[in-house]
């Protein structure tokens, strides 16, 4: 009876660690999928979205010129927001995928995973 005594802990044991290594692996590809969403949205949204905020600060601005001392600044003051936004959100663009590229060739779990995402 001894012996199925230690026999039922080793096979606990190494279920349990063949469902940690699932669940390992199924949080990898998760990240992995997470990764890939964030380069689309680095690639293809922000720099559309930055290009939005230009042409928005330009249209605060001379809509702005048109009307009294009190609205032409309050005008001025939302172009020049827009225009940081719209800045920040190139810088964003151009450094993001790098930083990503990173994070996915640090981790050895994530470097199986890189093809996933198409260039």
Known sequence: MATYKHLYKLL????????????????????????????????????????????????????????????KARAQNWATSLLVGGIVGIVLAILAPAILDIFIRSNPTMAQFASICPP
């Open 12 to 71: 606990a044991l190494i279920l349990l660690a063949n469902l940690a290594s699932a669940t390992a692996t199924s949080i990898a590809t998760q990240l992995a999928a997470a990764l890939c969403t964030i380069k689309w949205i680095v690639y293809g949204l922000l720099p559309t979205v930055a290009l939005i905020m230009f042409m928005l600060a330009g249209l605060a601005y001379a809509s702005g010129q048109v009307f009294g001392a009190e609205t």
